[in-house]
């Protein structure tokens, strides 16, 4: 999956006097796309991630850690339709004009079907943390050895720019969760929109290390066993007008979406410190 970790709702179609069939089809097409490149099984395997991430949050933060309500709240945040309909509206819009005619072609025939189905697998094999540890080491040494198959996967990283834009994603979904403390009231009062901009920057060479270590772990898990040949197909698709669109449209909209989870978090992990301090 060309977006791996991190994300607008405003979906415009200029029809312009087009009959009927000629309206509808843009978003048949978008909505085949969406369906072959697992994006609904991508968005559930988030909110699975999401429901973990929430745990962990309640404990580092929250007083008495991870309650009921809590675990509720969360679940309302991380809500499948609202989380499908967001990434669904932005993906439509960042689509518009770009040739999703060549993006089906690959996706919805051989290799781009079985690509698709093992990243998802691998997706949701991550969830397991003995498997999501194995597969950072896996791909540490397989890094340190500079292995011909490592050698493709940083090609396909790069052609797709994985680790910059998962960092972009991860700091604006950072900067989002800081907003969201501070509207709720639970920052100091030395804490602003500047001094939150500051720290989440000091957190960018954490980030990237962190990024770097999981989409390597992510793609070695994903594609291998691809053969070269489909490694390299995959890579020559991403590499287009086309694959470059794709990519930019499923960054756009998952941190979109990723920016409105995290400020909601924010929001309410304000609202249970602030509960709890009065």
């Given at each position: 999956m060309h977006h791996l970790i991190a994300p607008i709702i405003a979906l415009i179609f200029a029809f312009a006097g087009q009959p009927f069939l000629a309206q509808a089809a843009p978003?048949?097409?978008?909505?085949a796309l969406f369906a072959a490149l697992g994006l609904p099984q991508v968005l559930d395997i988030m909110r699975t991630e999401g429901m973990a991430y929430g745990d962990s949050l309640a404990d580092e933060m929250i007083p008495g850690g991870a309650t009921p309500r809590w675990a509720a709240a969360v679940s309302e945040i991380y809500d499948m339709e609202m989380m499908t309909q967001e990434v669904r509206a932005a993906f439509d819009e960042e689509l518009q004009g770009d040739d999703i005619d060549a993006m089906l072609a690959f996706f919805a025939s051989e290799p781009g079907r079985t690509i698709v189905t093992l990243e998802v697998s691998a997706r949701r094999a991550l969830l397991d943390d003995a498997?999501?540890?194995?597969?950072?080491?896996?791909?540490?040494?397989?890094?340190?050895?500079?292995?011909?198959?490592?050698?493709?996967?940083?090609?396909?990283?790069?052609?797709?720019?994985?680790?910059?834009?998962?960092?972009?994603?991860?700091?604006?979904?950072?900067?989002?969760?800081?907003m969201g403390m501070l509207d709720g009231g639970a920052m100091p009062d030395t804490m602003t929109a500047d001094t939150a901009l500051m720290d989440v920057w000091a957190q960018e060479a954490e980030i990237r290390s962190s990024t770097t270590a999981w989409v390597f772990a992510f793609c070695l898990l994903a594609y291998q066993p691809l053969s070269d040949a489909d490694l390299q197909a995959y890579i020559a698709f991403s590499e287009t007008e086309a694959g470059q669109d794709l990519n930019n449209a499923l960054f756009v909209a998952f941190d979109g979406m990723f920016n409105d989870v995290s400020r909601a978090l924010g929001l309410a992990s304000a609202r249970f410190i602030v509960s709890q301090e009065l």
């Amino acid at each position: 999956m060309h977006h791996l970790i991190a994300p607008i709702i405003a979906l415009i179609f200029a029809f312009a006097g087009q009959p009927f069939l000629a309206q509808a089809a843009p978003s048949d097409k978008t909505d085949a796309l969406f369906a072959a490149l697992g994006l609904p099984q991508v968005l559930d395997i988030m909110r699975t991630e999401g429901m973990a991430y929430g745990d962990s949050l309640a404990d580092e933060m929250i007083p008495g850690g991870a309650t009921p309500r809590w675990a509720a709240a969360v679940s309302e945040i991380y809500d499948m339709e609202m989380m499908t309909q967001e990434v669904r509206a932005a993906f439509d819009e960042e689509l518009q004009g770009d040739d999703i005619d060549a993006m089906l072609a690959f996706f919805a025939s051989e290799p781009g079907r079985t690509i698709v189905t093992l990243e998802v697998s691998a997706r949701r094999a991550l969830l397991d943390d003995a498997v999501d540890q194995a597969s950072k080491e896996n791909a540490a040494i397989a890094m340190h050895d500079v292995t011909p198959r490592y050698l493709l996967i940083a090609r396909f990283v790069d052609v797709n720019d994985l680790v910059e834009t998962n960092v972009v994603g991860a700091l604006n979904a950072n900067y989002a969760f800081y907003m969201g403390m501070l509207d709720g009231g639970a920052m100091p009062d030395t804490m602003t929109a500047d001094t939150a901009l500051m720290d989440v920057w000091a957190q960018e060479a954490e980030i990237r290390s962190s990024t770097t270590a999981w989409v390597f772990a992510f793609c070695l898990l994903a594609y291998q066993p691809l053969s070269d040949a489909d490694l390299q197909a995959y890579i020559a698709f991403s590499e287009t007008e086309a694959g470059q669109d794709l990519n930019n449209a499923l960054f756009v909209a998952f941190d979109g979406m990723f920016n409105d989870v995290s400020r909601a978090l924010g929001l309410a992990s304000a609202r249970f410190i602030v509960s709890q301090e009065l």
